[in-house]
């Protein structure tokens, strides 16, 4: 049981990535310091052609950094306005920035030799959300400054992961731990540098011409390659000394603005009972933790 938890916790924090930035806003096309309906408003008419934005509101207009600003900018633009989604207040170029930052929202697919977990991150200096697919059973975690939750969008509830279930899942003699600490220590993508750093060659992914940039690891005998379309960060590939691709990260979407619901939890949903939240969830996972103990 006590291994069941421990790796739960050990894979969910572990794919967290504790990554530094680029000043209006994403959004604030106005310029007036927020991100309000009267931005979401200019956007959506930049949108249609009825209003031109000088390039650095354009820039900013773009709050999905797909390199055009469409009807989706202004409803990212409105649904901030009215506190559903969060941003931190600064502008970005590319995707690559905003995954630099460390406060973003992506959705990805993780590739190994062991095959391929769709996820969902969500990520700030103080919290984070994280949706894993893995075997089949999705997992959705969040950690905040109020706690540890795993979390059913589904049907609105959640389950805290107290002190004491801490201490007692995690393989350490202390009564509490905080587990953004324990991702802060064990960061995946602290080692991306500044693109202007790295060697640049024109290349292709999946047959497509993009901007490759290569990142060599002398220490760790390890290159990773950067794979970019205009703005969009499409992936990153790690690749051993020999040239092996070992892990491969595809990017479907990677934005500043954070669903708020993603940052604190929902009002309106409900807390359960830790342990007959597991067995409702993950009944599967628990049957077998149980019989490995």
Known sequence: MKR????????A?????CLSVFAAGMGDVIEDGNVTAGDARAILRAAVGLETLSAEAAARADMDLDGA?????????LRTAVGLEQTDGKTYETQFDVLKSGHFYAEMNVRDKYGTVPMRLALTKDSL????????T?????????????VDEANKCY???SDDLMAIF??????SFDPLDMFV?????????DLSSTAYYRGTYNGEPCDCYLIIDETEKETRTVYMDGPRLLAITMEDRFGEVETEIIFQQIMSVIPSKYIELPDGYAEMDFFEFILVNYPELLEEALRDD
């Open 185 to 193: 220590s064990v960061p995946v993508f602290s080692w991306l540098p």
């Open 138 to 150: 999705s997992m959705r975690m969040l950690s905040n400054d109020s706690g540890v939750y795993f």
């Open 159 to 161: 389950a805290a992961f």
């Open 170 to 175: 995690a393989d350490s003699d202390e009564q």
């Open 129 to 136: 959300f994280v949706d894993f697919t893995l075997e089949g």
């Open 4 to 11: 069941f938890f421990a790796g739960l916790l050990s894979i």
């Open 69 to 77: 600003v469409t009807a989706a900018d202004a409803r990212l633009a």
């Open 13 to 17: 924090l572990s794919v967290c990535f």
